[in-house]
């Protein structure tokens, strides 16, 4: 308890290393030396459990080959896995069975790949250093493997198979958190790809390369592509499955975008080749994008959304803690679609939880009655166009927000405070602050908008949702005589604060008088 746990670990001594059973608990480092010569192995198997609090190494400088294998159990690590050999000729570690849980992976510059043959791999939050190389991560032909990142956001820079274009393989993507697959991915990948759980973010992958035989998509879970550029990649799966999606249950086609992606008159992107049906639509919702999904010979296609747009006001008549997604919130117990504008004007004010965040809203107003709301939850919240505050009751919002949508612009007219308390990306062209009252915001918002223009009131900017190290683009920013904009955050201020300070790359025009007349 008190020691680290080695095993062959001197005196040229190596062992083979057998855990078949029970649980063996290391409240600090593990540390095996392997056997020398080609029959090297950690074995792993049935319901045993290895848990080492801190690390956790396989080591052996002579050997050709190094064989760790997983059937069953669960090996859990508490800090670094590092596998050291100098000519693996087979793979460093073999998942079959079982779960691989690791906090922090170290990758040795002489492995070559991690093999999920099954069982379910639950991978560090960083794991960019550890799955470094082209050919490092690598699905078993047969394999039924899962990866579970847990709640974490993970970033998985190669997928291959170990067969070009392989098809008797399922791949699952598990965990309510993110995985990203970088560019390296995908390239000879074929079988069956499942987004079961959280996230599956394809927007740095060569999808187009992606020659899967079956996309099976799970109600509740979401899949982000990027179809920003006309000439952007889609997927081309030989069957498309839906699991336990439903109108209420629907899977999210999200489009990866830093703000709200919106097409152009006569543009379409296609998402996904073929395999959909015009029934397969009420399982689907559209979030990142101000369009609509639409079916098309079989492809899933993103277009243009013709649909008419109307005010839908905020009741709360519901009580069930003030969810934007329960109908009977709404007045006419309809929920507000893509393109509406949500109107909350309520005075008794009070705390509402967001829930809606496949929907686009054209825009959000607090009408001149509307008490003091606080808006929670973990959805982000996307705005298209406009945020009014026409009350002098103070509107918060503690959840991550998306404002407009590339080369058009956004206005916030705040008659009172409103305060964004949480991550804000913002994707216009213009941002425009209107109003006698403070908006407050990360420092992030100025960092795309070629033009900032704060007509009344004051622009306030803060380091909130753990935002710094903002590099904003070129353009200028113009106050109106007795408009402020406030870079002061008490102890720092923007582009003044030393290492991870933010840079503003913009020209200040000031016109007129400040609010003090000077």
Avoid at 246 to 269: D, K, V
Avoid at 374 to 399: C, H, K, P, W
Wanted: with cysteine.
């Amino acid at each position: 308890s008190d020691t680290d746990f080695h095993v062959g670990y001197s005196n040229d001594v190596y062992s083979d290393v057998t855990i078949s059973g029970g649980t063996i608990t290391v409240e600090n480092d593990f540390n095996s030396n392997l056997k020398q010569g080609t029959a090297t192995s950690f074995t792993l198997s049935n319901d045993a459990t290895l848990e080492v609090k801190r690390n956790f190494q396989l080591a052996n400088a002579a050997i050709s080959t190094f064989v760790g294998r997983q059937t069953g159990g669960t090996c859990r690590i508490g800090g670094v896995a590092n596998f050291v050999g100098t000519q693996p000729a087979e793979a460093c570690y073999t998942l079959e069975g079982g779960k691989f849980v690791v906090k922090d992976i170290q990758r040795h510059s002489t492995v070559e790949k991690f093999v999920l043959a099954g069982g379910a791999l639950v991978p560090p939050e960083n794991s960019e250093a550890w799955l470094a190389s082209a050919n490092f991560l690598t699905v078993s032909s047969g394999a039924a493997a899962r990866f579970d990142t847990e709640d974490k956001t993970v970033t998985l820079k190669a997928l291959v198979t170990d067969e070009a274009g392989g098809t008797n393989f399922s791949f699952t993507k598990e965990g309510a958190g993110t995985l990203k697959l970088g560019t390296d991915t995908l390239a000879n990948v074929g079988g069956t790809l499942t987004v079961a759980k959280g996230s599956l973010n394809l927007q740095d992958a060569e999808v187009k390369a992606y020659t899967m035989g079956t996309l099976k998509l799970v109600g509740g879970a979401r899949l982000a592509l990027d179809v920003t550029d006309a000439g952007a990649d889609c997927l081309t799966p030989g069957a498309v499955v839906f699991e336990n999606a439903t109108t209420l249950n629907p899977f999210t086609i999200e489009i990866a975008y830093t703000g709200i992606f919106q097409l152009g008159a006569g543009e379409s992107r296609t998402l996904i080749a073929s395999g959909v049906t015009e029934a397969d639509l009420a399982k689907l919702m559209l979030a990142g994008s101000a369009d609509q999904l639409a079916v098309e010979n079989g492809a899933l296609v993103l277009k243009p959304s013709s649909r008419q747009k109307v005010n839908v006001e905020w009741t709360g008549a519901a009580n069930d803690g003030g969810r934007w997604s329960t109908a009977g919130n709404w007045q006419g117990d309809t929920l507000p679609q893509g393109g509406d504008t949500a109107v909350i004007n309520l005075a008794t004010g009070g705390t509402t939880q967001f829930d809606l965040g496949g929907v686009l809203f054209d825009g959000l107003v607090f009408g001149s009655a509307a008490g003091a709301f606080t808006q929670q939850g973990e959805d982000v919240l996307m705005v298209v166009r406009a945020i009014t505050n026409l009350s002098e009751n103070v509107q918060t919002f503690e959840i991550p927000t998306r404002l407009g949508v590339a080369g058009a612009p956004f206005e916030a007219n705040v008659a009172g405070d409103v305060v964004f308390t949480n991550d804000v990306s913002f994707a216009g062209s213009a941002f425009t602050k209107k109003g006698a009252g403070t908006l407050v915001a990360p420092e992030k918002i100025l960092a795309s908008p070629e033009t900032v223009v704060v007509e009344a009131g004051t622009l306030k900017l803060t380091d909130a949702g753990g935002i710094a190290g903002t590099t904003s683009t070129e353009g200028e920013i113009r106050l109106a005589s007795g408009a402020r904009l406030d870079l002061n955050q008490g102890t720092e201020s923007v582009g003044a604060r030393g290492t991870g300070g933010s840079t503003l790359n913009k020209t200040i025009y000031v016109e007129g008088s400040g609010p003090d007349g000077e």
